[in-house]
């Protein structure tokens, strides 16, 4: 929920950020511009459970995105870049809907959580990851990591792969498109695609471990 941070903790959470998007604006340049045309508010949010992060962004709340304070400011840049992408996407599909009537309230099985998901979950969620494994992959490409924080790197975006794997075919099989969303499916392919091919230069170990990591999560969380 809502936290009310003391102007300490209030200029650390807004020192990250600063650093994120310093980062992002050399980045991908295209994308924080956008990113700072659309966000008119970042609220903090409190983080009980003391994940790795927890944020939000909500479709009756256009220009909000809600995220918890890390030190790690590549977190954050994920995190910004995730809740983006769900925004963006619920901004286009109020001029032009991805699933024809009656497709967003439709459930599947989701192969990430035991309950029964909309596939337009899926399909925001395959479109959140994309796009950070795509920034990601610029971040390892443009600066210089230490072999251990490479790796990790690596190994996020590792696990990642498959995740929007199986989103996309979910989404691929049962979703009934409009045109605009063809498109828009066909184009997440190709990224995705792309990240596949990045991501053959990874240590096989890693992406080894990304897949066996992905199959346990479905295991566990799918039905």
């Excluded at 790690?72 to 870049?81: G, R, S, V």
């Excluded at 792969?161 to 409009?178: C, F, G, K, N, P």
């Excluded at 190709?190 to 999560?217: I, M, S, Y």
Aim: aromatic share 8%.
């Amino acid at each position: 929920g809502l936290i009310r941070n003391d102007a300490k903790a209030q200029a650390r959470f807004a020192a990250v950020l600063t650093r994120a998007m310093a980062r992002m604006e050399a980045v991908d340049p295209g994308l924080t511009a956008e990113m700072r045309d659309f966000l008119r508010l970042i609220v903090p949010l409190d983080n009980p459970k003391d994940y790795g992060s927890v944020s939000s962004s909500y479709k009756n709340l256009r220009g909000a995105l809600c995220l918890s304070h890390s030190d790690d400011a590549l977190l954050q840049e994920e995190t910004l870049i995730h809740e983006f992408c769900h925004q963006k996407a619920n901004l286009l599909t109020a001029a032009d809907p991805l699933l024809k009537p009656g497709q967003g309230g439709q459930v599947v099985y989701s192969p990430l959580r035991p309950d029964a998901r909309r596939l337009w979950g899926l399909l925001l969620g395959a479109h959140a990851f994309i796009n950070v494994n795509r920034y990601l992959l610029r971040v390892l490409r443009r600066e210089a990591f230490s072999k251990r924080d490479r790796l990790s790197v690596q190994g996020n975006i590792a696990r990642r792969l498959w995740h929007v794997d199986d989103m996309l075919r979910t989404v691929s099989l049962y979703a009934d498109l409009t045109p605009v969303g063809e498109r828009f499916q066909s184009r997440m392919w190709r990224e995705h695609a792309l990240t596949l091919h990045d991501a053959l230069g990874f240590p096989a170990a890693v992406l080894e471990e990304g897949r066996a990591r992905w199959l346990e999560h479905r295991a566990e969380k799918g039905l």
